[in-house]
């Protein structure tokens, strides 16, 4: 009898959760489910699939359970309950991607090291045949900086893809982000956060404005308020109902920028900023990270944009008349360098020739771009190196195409070029060890 009554009451108290999480429901979002219904008859979508996915994301009580159950996982078995979290000691959350660059896993190999580097060699090349300067960056994973990471994670080397990469950067004008950081006490990264705080950024954009040489006004003699007015992304996935929880920083300076484009945050993809009593243009290729060197950015030129699309369009050089490149982008990201088939004018070489080869190239397309004509294909790779360089020569003309992954194949290339007559071309391949081409009709 008593283990029958128990089962009775257990019973009850789930069917009793069950019904004021639906009324929950109901009460809170009426108007929003009738509204997801009709939007899926308007779309010819079956509305009662509507409702089951409007109730399997919006039930009563949902985001409170989640903050529930994140709460239960990490306060008491320092266990992070969402795939992307991972929970560090004393309070650290990092985000999961940066797990690979951490342990030293999953690092390119040499044709893909050369493909990223050479990739920049060639866009700076670019940049500074308009007349402008060209910063590449790397915004440093949190946890290689500021290691509370769980016993767990070991590192099975301890250099990564960025740690490779900068050994081959003698030709790129880049920044090593890592001594800005690493010479301060401050903390410099938000604990509950994938990114450097606003003092983390400011001292990034005085590095970035030491090494063009260019005058910039030291916010911090205006001192600074702190505010726990931030929730970090991380903090976020894990306990949706967050409140603030991080210290934010407010310089005592009013920001001299306006937009110029309707911006409703930094996360945006495209942002437009303009500042009458600044000189010079800025176009800046970046990610998240960069969301928070917006302000500082935006106060020290005339006119800035900042562009998170790719590939990286450096013909957009000449539209904003930008005399300043910047590219920056997430440690962990670096090896996608090499898949972005960044635009700009594939430069001139001298003549060249090799031995034809007939099993040279794998695949091949051209393709109308503008007032140019766009390339890619994919070589042998056993007609190549892991240093090759890849041409194209036409009747009149040799020109350098940017080593790429092209659907999975690391010895791919991209290029665009005004070729008046695509109808015949020649792919070279060229190393030490040997020069080969092949004749494409198209």
Known sequence: MKRKLIFIGYTAVILAGCFLMSAAMFLQGGVALAEAVQQGEDTGENPAQKIEQYMSMHFGGRQELIQAYGMIQHQFFDHSPVEDVVAGTDGYLYYKDTVDDYCGIGTVDDRELFNIYHTLELMQEAVEQKGA????????NKNSLYDHMPYYYIKYQEKNNLDLLKEHLDGVDHIDLFPVFENRNEELYYKTDTHWNDLGAWYVYEEVMRTLGKEYDDLQRYGY????????????????????????????????????????NFEQAYIETENDSAEGSLLMFRDSFANNLIPYFSDAYQYAVYDKSVPYDLAKMETYQADTVILEIAERNVKLI????????????????????????????I???????????????????????????????????TPQKIGGCEYGFCGYAAIQDAGSVDVIAASETGVW????EN
Do not use: C, H
Request: no cysteine.
């Open 225 to 264: 308020e702190e505010e726990y007015t931030f929730t970090g992304d991380l903090q976020r996935m894990l306990y949706p109902l967050s409140k603030d929880n991080e210290l934010q920083i407010t310089f005592g300076k009013e920001a001299a920028y306006t937009f110029l484009t309707r911006t409703r």
């Open 367 to 401: 393709a109308d771009d503008g007032d140019m004509v766009k390339i890619t294909g994919t070589i042998n790779p056993s007609y190549a190196e892991a240093d090759s360089r890849i041409y194209i020569r036409t009747a009149d003309a040799v020109y350098e195409m």
């Open 133 to 140: 300067e060209f910063v590449f960056l790397a915004a440093p």
């Open 437 to 440: 081409e092949q004749k494409m």
């Open 338 to 365: 090499q898949e972005y088939e960044p635009r700009f004018p594939a430069p001139e070489r001298e003549m060249l020739r090799g031995k034809p080869r007939s099993g040279l190239v794998q695949e091949w397309d």
